[in-house]
T-cell receptor
């Protein structure tokens, strides 16, 4: 597609529910990234994929967070047993290749609200 | 890890004036510094970037300067227009560009 597509755009979850957030990167983009953006803050790195391989998951806040990209295209970020502190916008970005300076394209994000 | 600080948090200017946003970083190994513009309800969009082997870069009304010794970099917007109103983020990255450390953002308001 023309850009990075994320769904749903908005998600309200009751505390303790599991959620799954989807990212469709730009076709042919090798690298895919997930960031968490709390209200009024800058994005914070969660995890990075090169094709289907998850090369860096150092930013995942806890073992409740899990990301996958099984076929090297679409990625899903799953949050188990959601907590109020998980409320944030979750941004996905993709780039054509590793080291593509300036090649990051962000999606519009999924706003997660945990009540 | 890297720590990026950004100032000011809000900036209000009159249309046509200049705006300057400043960032500092902590890790001297960082060598790539992008600036992003984020409009309400949208993801960040790259507007300009600079590598550590360059001191200044300009693209029309936007320029970025980098002082490696002092570990700070700045965004300069000249002849501001109302459509420049948005939140601006600086970021820093190490060699591999696969992890960006963002500042906390500056909300720029350009008054017509």
């Amino acid at each position: 597609g023309a850009g990075v597509s994320q769904s749903p755009r908005y998600k309200v979850a009751k505390r303790g529910q599991d959620v799954a957030l989807r990212c469709d990167p730009i076709s042919g983009h090798v690298s895919l990234f997930w960031y968490q953006q709390a209200l009024g803050q800058g994005p914070e790195f969660l995890t990075y994929f090169q094709n289907e391989a998850q090369l860096d998951k150092s930013g995942l806040p806890s073992d409740r967070f899990f990301a996958e990209r099984p076929e090297g295209s679409v990625s899903t970020l799953k949050i188990q047993r959601t907590q109020q502190e998980d409320s944030a916008v979750y941004l996905c970005a993709s780039s054509f290749d590793v080291g593509m300076m300036g090649g990051y394209t962000f999606g519009s994000g999924t706003r997660l609200t945990v009540v | 890890g890297e720590n990026v600080e950004q100032h000011p948090s809000t900036l209000s200017v009159q249309e046509g004036d200049s705006a300057v946003i400043k960032c500092t970083y902590s890790d001297s190994a960082s060598n790539y510094f992008p600036w992003y513009k984020q409009e309400l309800g949208k993801g960040p969009q790259l507007i300009i970037d600079i590598r550590s082997n360059v001191g200044e870069k300009k693209d029309q009304r936007i320029a970025v300067t980098l002082n490696k010794t002092a570990k700070h970099f700045s965004l300069h917007i000249t002849e501001t227009q109302p459509e420049d109103s948005a939140v601006y983020f600086c970021a820093a990255s190490l060699n591999n560009f696969n992890k960006f450390y963002f500042g906390s953002g500056t909300k720029l308001n350009v008054k017509p």
